[in-house]
């Protein structure tokens, strides 16, 4: 092979260098600074194609060519970078520019959330029996009939079934009707003395009015020591509402029937719309139901080990619905499930 002339081949590398040098000047975008960047120094570029000439050089000329091109090498390499730069801090301006902010334009208003009016209710009377002492424990809502009924002295067959429309999932495992199947749970694993209240959710079969749903919230109640009494009951649902209503609202106890209870009671409020006078609330009576209460009856003390003679104990059942919209004075239960936000804001 003959050899290449040395001066030809540095002359050479310059103009590819100084052509490199103007095509960069030209470049306008970032993709046309690679497009310069491959065509003189990838692997087929006019520099690399160029510097393999020098294997034709002799030994005493390619220390002259190598030292042209690695000059030309780092000139280019030096000015892309330069131009890199230049139009990088160029796009950002423009980026910058077409996505100025108006630091003037008013702020978009960040909406506050707030609780449910039922669960602020629920809150609070947890809240106030917390006061009192009482231990917050969570029932199952998918619950076997024999803790639903059978072990609240309600055995299979027992006429009392037919209070509640139950909803079954199978033969024997149902959505719990009250938070009452928590009684005989929590008894079963603990010793006297027990004060624990059960807020949740129950189910029934019901049909929608102004009172009643098929799905509602329900808070229960129980106590167990030895010599406790139907005064104590009292005084507790006496303070209890109190700590709710206020001192003024009118309650009053009158006989009922519980299976899990004896002595029953109801516990009436004056209906906070009509104020005792009557109206579609209270169903012209004056009064609402609150709660369900009374004493344990000793078959439940017995169904979980305890001794009726040694141990005596109280439970209530009320529903945070009911005790909510006797507090707010709301006419219509079925408003808190509608989602209406016109009612709903003003508990905010």
């Keep these: 092979m003959a050899d290449v002339d ?6 050479q590398i310059e103009r590819i260098r100084a052509e490199a040098e103007r095509a960069l000047a030209a470049a306008e975008t970032l993709q046309d600074v690679e497009t310069v960047r491959v065509r003189f120094l990838g692997r087929k570029g006019e520099l690399t194609a160029a510097l393999s000439a020098m294997a034709s050089l002799s030994s005493s000329d390619k220390p002259i060519a190598g030292n042209a091109a690695n000059t030309a090498k780092r000139a280019i390499e030096e000015s892309l970078e330069v131009r890199f730069q230049e139009l990088s801090a160029e796009a950002l301006t423009r980026q910058l520019k077409a996505e100025r902010i108006d630091l003037t334009l008013p702020g978009r208003p960040v909406e506050r959330g707030y609780s449910h009016p039922l669960l602020v209710a629920l809150q609070e009377i947890v809240d106030i029996f917390i006061r009192m002492g009482y231990e ?6 998918v619950e076997y009939e024999e803790y639903n009924f059978t072990k609240l002295n309600i055995p299979t067959e027992h006429p009392a079934r037919d209070m509640w429309d139950t909803l079954y999932l199978s033969a024997n495992m149902l959505l719990r009707t009250h ?22 959710r129950c189910y029934r079969n019901e049909a929608e009015d102004a009172t009643h749903g098929i799905q509602f ?7 167990v020591d030895t010599d406790i009494t139907l005064a104590d009951l009292k005084g507790t649902l006496y303070a209890f509402c109190r700590a709710y209503f206020g001192p003024d609202r009118e309650l009053r106890f009158r006989p009922s029937y519980f299976p899990f209870t004896e002595p029953s009671a109801e516990v009436d409020v004056a209906c906070a719309v009509c104020k005792g006078h009557g109206c579609r609330t209270c169903g012209f009576k004056g009064w ?22 040694v141990y005596s104990g109280f439970a209530f059942g009320a529903g945070p619905d009911r005790l909510c919209i006797q507090k707010y004075g709301i006419t219509d239960l079925r408003l808190f499930r509608e989602n209406d936000l016109r009612f709903l804001e003003q508990f905010s």
Aim: glycine fraction near 10%; proline fraction near 10%; charge should be negative.
């Design 136 to 141: 917050v424990v969570e029932g199952r809502e």
């Design 179 to 200: 938070t009452s199947p928590a009684q005989a749970r929590v008894m079963e694993t603990t010793r006297p003395p027990v004060r624990v209240i059960v807020p949740g």
């Design 217 to 223: 919230l329900q808070i229960e109640g129980l106590v």
């Design 6 to 11: 040395v001066h030809e081949l540095v002359e």
């Design 288 to 309: 609402l139901e609150l709660l369900g209460a009374g004493m344990v009856h000793p078959n439940v003390l017995r169904a979980v080990g305890y001794d009726p003679q």
